[in-house]
């Protein structure tokens, strides 16, 4: 199946550990997205990255470092988690430019608990 | 500062009743805008994507405008069913400061279909 697929679909870990978020899609895409998905269940955008190359970097804490190996990978490494770390982490894919004219695919994502 | 807003927040219908979800955007500058479907506890299922140039889209009982002139989308339901009760979010896509496009969504429309 084509898809956007995230690993894992659910973690909960203690705070301070480090922890990491593996996406991976098969859609032929150039650009992918890490997104958070708040307790208010709204999604705000964190990174993006376009051929391996960081484009977009949200007001977001150092403790979140992404790494994309290549364009059909893009992985979320969290440092030292906090409780507020807590939400559903979506991964997204998509063309860049006129590629763009066709939408984003999201992953199923993944619940992050920090207790 | 809210860019993309949703309302209702909330909405409860009877089966088999027509509705609008509605979204305004403040800057008229977007590339497309994307209506996605999140079950509780799921990811985001695209429904239809409107391009700038387009002024509607249609899939099924889904019909999705765009004004972008007035800085509106709108979905309209047909002949809404149980199956339809999920959250739905409006996304605009345009080229954000870092220079690269990205997709800002509004707060969702929690929708409720009593059978």
């Known amino acids: 199946d084509t898809a956007v697929s995230q690993t894992p679909k659910y973690l909960v870990t203690q705070m301070g550990n480090d922890k990491s978020i593996k996406c991976e899609q098969n859609?032929?895409?150039?650009?992918m997205y890490w997104y958070k998905q708040d307790s208010k269940k709204f999604l705000k955008i964190m990174f993006s990255y376009n051929n391996k190359e960081l484009i977009i970097n949200e007001t977001v804490p150092n403790r979140f470092s992404p790494k994309s190996p290549d364009k059909a990978h893009l992985n979320l490494h969290i440092n030292s988690l906090e409780l507020g770390d807590s939400a559903v982490y979506f991964c997204a894919s998509s063309h860049s430019g006129t590629g763009g004219l066709r939408g984003y695919t999201f992953g199923s994502g993944t619940r992050l608990t920090v207790v | 500062k809210q860019e993309v807003t949703q309302i209702p927040a909330a909405l409860s219908v009877p089966e088999g009743e027509n509705l609008v979800l509605n979204c305004s955007f403040t800057?008229?500058?977007?590339?497309?805008l994307q209506w996605f479907r999140q079950d509780p506890g799921k990811g985001l299922t695209s429904l239809l994507l409107i391009q700038s140039s387009q002024r509607e889209q249609t899939s099924g009982r889904l019909n999705a405008s765009l004004d972008k002139s007035s800085g509106r989308s709108t979905l309209y339901i047909a002949a809404s069913q149980p199956g339809d009760s999920a959250t739905y979010l409006c996304a605009r896509n345009n080229w954000g400061d870092q220079g690269a496009q990205k997709l800002v969504f509004g707060q969702g429309t929690r929708l409720t279909i009593n059978p």
């Open positions: 859609l032929g895409h150039d650009t």
């Open positions: 800057d008229s500058a977007i590339y497309n």
